[in-house]
């Protein structure tokens, strides 16, 4: 059965401190691996990974692709109270099976 | 640089009755995506499609129909609505599959 797990499911951090979620997957066929934020609506991209151990980064956001070992992490360093949000994860296997996991709840303490 | 729209944004049902969902995008994408999420549960697809005049069945597409008349809207239809159709409604739209998906507002659902 294919299945995406994000761990952990919710992290309290303060202000500055640096988190690293992680995404674990075990999928019959992959084509990509997605991050997304989602705050009170919208899911809004992050990164997509498809090669393992390139190094996307975006400002203070980085995240990288393990296929070997089935695993990405999605690191924030110096978090800021607007970093607070759910995290989702997800896996495209094929047109018709995109799997997101439950996402990791992020909560920034100013 | 309206993207994907969803309308309405939230919407209450009585068990039985049926609904529209409407999405439009304007980025010229081919696939489009509906997806239901739920406490706990994660985004889960129901219905998509890979182009116009296209449809094909996601992960839960039971109790929901859809249409593609045109390459830019994409409507979810709830025949006969049921409490367990009670979620969040997300549209998305991409230009292929495995490729980067753009995210509609959510619809709120309830169905008493």
């Known amino acids: 059965e294919d299945k995406v797990v994000q761990s952990p499911l919710s992290l309290v951090v303060h202000e500055g401190d640096t988190v690293t979620l992680n995404c674990s997957y075990e999928?019959?066929?992959?084509?990509?691996l997605l991050w997304y934020k989602q705050e009170k609506k919208a899911p809004t991209f992050l990164f997509m990974l498809?090669?393992?151990?390139i190094e996307k980064k975006s400002g203070r956001l980085s995240s990288i692709l393990d296929k070997k070992e089935l695993f990405s992490i999605l690191n924030i360093t110096a978090t800021q109270t607007g970093d607070s949000a759910v995290y989702l994860c997800?896996?495209?296997?094929?047109?018709?099976?995109?799997?997101f996991g439950k996402g990791t709840r992020l909560h920034i303490l100013p | 640089n309206a993207g994907v729209t969803q309308t309405p944004k939230f919407r209450v049902l009585k068990t039985g009755q049926s609904m529209t969902l409407l999405c439009a995008q304007d980025?010229?994408?081919?696939?489009m995506y509906w997806y239901r999420q739920d406490p706990g549960m994660g985004l889960r697809l129901i219905h998509y499609?890979?182009?116009?005049?296209?449809?094909a069945k996601g992960e839960v597409p039971d109790g929901y129909n859809v249409s593609r008349l045109k390459k830019q809207n994409f409507l979810l239809g709830l025949e006969s609505a049921a409490p367990s159709q009670t979620s969040v409604y997300f549209c998305?739209?991409?230009?292929?599959?495995?490729?980067?998906?753009?995210f509609g507002a959510g619809t709120r659902l309830s169905v008493l």
């Open positions: 980025m010229n994408h081919e696939y």
């Open positions: 498809t090669s393992s151990g």
């Open positions: 997800a896996v495209d296997i094929r047109d018709d099976k995109i799997i």
């Open positions: 999928v019959t066929n992959f084509r990509s």
């Open positions: 998305a739209s991409s230009y292929g599959g495995g490729l980067i998906q753009y």
């Open positions: 499609s890979v182009g116009e005049g296209t449809t």
